[in-house]
């Protein structure tokens, strides 16, 4: 009987040569981002902010460790001089200092977010869909990281493997996951229990398709807001970790460290605190506008 | 008669409920489905009555190993399901598809109709080409009452009826022999029950489907069904032909539940003797001894405590689970 089903069925005619295509999520959400003006304002506003980093050091008179030997000292603003933001109290450019700071910063926010993402959401999908044992696993290994404390956490790494920038990442996305896998988890589980699963079961998708186009689609404007926050978190932990000597090192350097410089420096030249921190702030703004238009963007009934 | 497409015997699902213990728990079996069984042959509806709780959903998912079977058997095409690996039950499935009771909570939010019809058919034929699935999917959107035109919208932009007609599509998309339809109307509005029902029906005839269709309504039951079974705290009450159990219905359950439909006549409704079930549903954790029907049956003697029915057939394959079915 179900013969009638027999391969060589004519085109069906009436759908016609305007066939509509079909379109996926991505595209939806794509086009609801661009209409969507904060978030595009942010997406261009990061984009210069990230273009002016890479290449902005190369356009300068002033390399960001170079010191101004005729000036070692604070000089204000000068465009004589070619410091266009002025110097630090070394006498070292603070406009090439703040966009190589930014990208260091912006890498290691990306990067290790990244990590903490990849990790955290496959961790959390996996623990939360399978549940029973190897749920109980994962989040008691979950459990076991919450315990080390991040620093005696880097320093071992550092002393096993020496010092060196990836290993900053690999540091702060280890402990960044974390979180991120206990809220896909959570969410995962509400899911799970939905009807609309069961019928992806019924319809024959395998544990993994069903992870990749039910799971992770539906988690993922909660986790879109996560890694906003993420970020900045990260930018803040690495300035910390340089603060005790783990991460970047002198003369290299970051928005966090030079935040930490400026503040100390406020009442003399305020301008080492305000020209990095104007840029850090613009970027988390931007991001948190940007993840709010992305969750908003992901979610069909968001018209 | 042709061999039976599925058979199912002596069907038990247990769940284990935690009743008591502080660190170790202490569970106790609740008898969801308690030994049922039933064949289905192909291009048949079998309909599934009972109240809530009765087991009959669990059944229904039972059939597609959805949930742990506790024992017995469901055999699909001569083959044995229960106990298979993955991959085999996902072969099987390819041929027995589900329609859920809640429409919208059936389908993913953050997947466009399109693609939600179109999943079963990437699930199982990879191998299609893009333009093809989409060819397939348009002209069943269009056999399903549903505008091609609208495979880009979203589920929570359909209405309930429409939303259900969007799963039917997807429990249709492989050709199915087999549909277990599980309450498919009772989420709907009264106005679009009928047309859902008849569509279901056209699609059972130009496909030459076999359905299980589970439901509470009598009249949607009877309106679609071939054979129905009606089904009490997880076991079999009576399973017989729509004739002869809407006719001459013989277990006082189904006696019962009859009387509880209305008649669209006035003068026949009043003059109709009501049969009121006294007490709730038995918890399925601690069912009556016996019969489990007797703490609610008026029939009920000392013989239905102490036996458990079994079944007995009157004349014309009548199946009834009572010791009392002639009186
Ligand atoms: S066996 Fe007894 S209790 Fe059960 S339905 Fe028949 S008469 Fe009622």
Redesign the pocket.
């Known amino acids: 009987m179900t013969d009638m089903a027999a391969p060589d069925v004519p085109p069906a005619s009436n759908i016609g040569p305007d066939a509509i295509e079909g379109r996926s999520l991505w595209q939806d959400a794509w086009r609801r981002l661009m209409r969507n003006k904060a978030a595009v304002a942010s997406l261009i506003i990061l984009g210069l902010i990230a273009f002016f980093s890479v290449f902005g050091p190369y356009a300068l008179a002033w390399t960001y460790d170079q010191i101004d030997w005729d000036h070692v000292e604070a000089v204000p603003p000068s465009l004589a001089l070619k410091h266009y933001l002025g110097t630090d109290s070394v006498g070292r450019d603070l406009l090439a200092r703040t966009l190589f700071g930014g990208r260091v910063s912006l890498t290691v926010g990306l990067l290790a977010t990244s990590v903490a993402l990849f990790i955290g959401v496959t961790v959390g999908a996996v623990s939360g869909y399978l549940g029973g044992k190897v749920d109980q696993l994962l989040m008691r290994f979950v459990d076991l990281m919450y315990s080390v404390p991040l620093t005696f956490f880097v320093i071992i790494l550092m002393v096993l493997f020496g010092r060196n920038f990836i290993l900053m990442f690999l540091a702060i996305g280890s402990v960044e996951w974390l979180t991120m896998a206990r809220i896909v988890r959570g969410q995962t589980l509400t899911l799970k229990h939905r009807e609309f699963m069961e019928a992806a079961r019924a319809s024959g998708g395998s544990t993994a398709s069903i992870l990749i186009r039910h799971v992770v689609p539906n988690v993922l404007g909660v986790v879109i807001v996560y890694v906003t926050l993420t970020i900045p978190q990260v930018i803040l932990l690495e300035s910390f970790l340089s603060f005790l000597g783990l991460g970047v090192q002198e003369p290299m350097t970051s928005w966090g460290v030079l935040i930490n410089e400026g503040a100390a420096e406020l009442e003399i030249t305020p301008r080492t605190l305000i020209v990095p921190a104007v840029f850090m702030t613009a970027t988390l703004f931007c991001l948190n506008f940007l993840g709010d238009g992305l969750r908003d963007a992901l979610d069909p009934k968001d018209r | 008669m042709t061999a039976p497409l599925l058979q199912v015997k002596d069907l038990k699902v247990h769940f284990p409920v935690r009743t008591g213990g502080v660190v170790i728990g202490r569970y106790q079996a609740l008898r969801a489905v308690d030994g049922v069984s039933f064949d289905l042959a192909p291009g048949e509806t079998l309909g599934i009555v009972g109240e809530s709780g009765c087991g009959k959903t669990t059944l229904g998912r039972a059939v597609l190993q959805l949930l742990p079977v506790t024992s017995g058997a469901v055999t699909w095409l001569g083959q044995e399901m229960t106990g298979l690996g993955a991959a085999a039950v996902k072969a099987a499935r390819e041929h027995m598809q589900i329609v859920f009771q809640d429409p919208l909570a059936s389908l993913d939010p953050r997947m466009t109709a399109g693609d939600i019809i179109a999943e079963p058919l990437r699930n199982y034929h990879p191998e299609l080409s893009r333009a093809e699935v989409t060819r397939r999917v348009g002209e069943l959107m269009e056999q399903v009452g549903l505008l091609p035109a609208m495979v880009n919208r979203y589920p929570h932009e359909f209405s309930g009826g429409q939303c259900q007609r969007i799963g039917i599509a997807r429990a249709m998309i492989l050709k199915p022999k087999l549909v277990i339809c599980d309450e498919p109307v009772s989420a709907l509005d009264v106005s679009v029950r009928a047309q859902v029902v008849n569509l279901l029906k056209d699609l059972q005839k130009t496909f030459g489907l076999a359905m299980l269709f589970i439901s509470h309504d009598l009249a949607v039951v009877r309106h679609i069904s071939d054979r129905v079974l009606v089904l009490y705290l997880g076991k079999a ?1 009576e399973l017989a032909t729509r004739e002869s159990l809407y006719q001459a219905p013989r ?3 189904t006696r019962a539940l009859m009387s509880a439909v209305p008649i669209p006549d006035p003068v026949k409704e009043r003059a109709k003797p009501r049969i009121i079930l006294a007490g709730d549903l038995p918890s399925p954790l601690d069912p009556p001894s ?5 703490t609610r ?5 000392a ?2 405590a102490a036996k458990e ?1 079994v079944r007995e057939t009157s004349a014309h394959g009548h199946d009834v ?5 002639r009186e």
């Open positions: 009450m277990h006082p359950y016996g019969c489990v029907f007797r049956c008026p029939k009920a003697t013989v239905c029915p689970w009572c010791h009392h079915w």
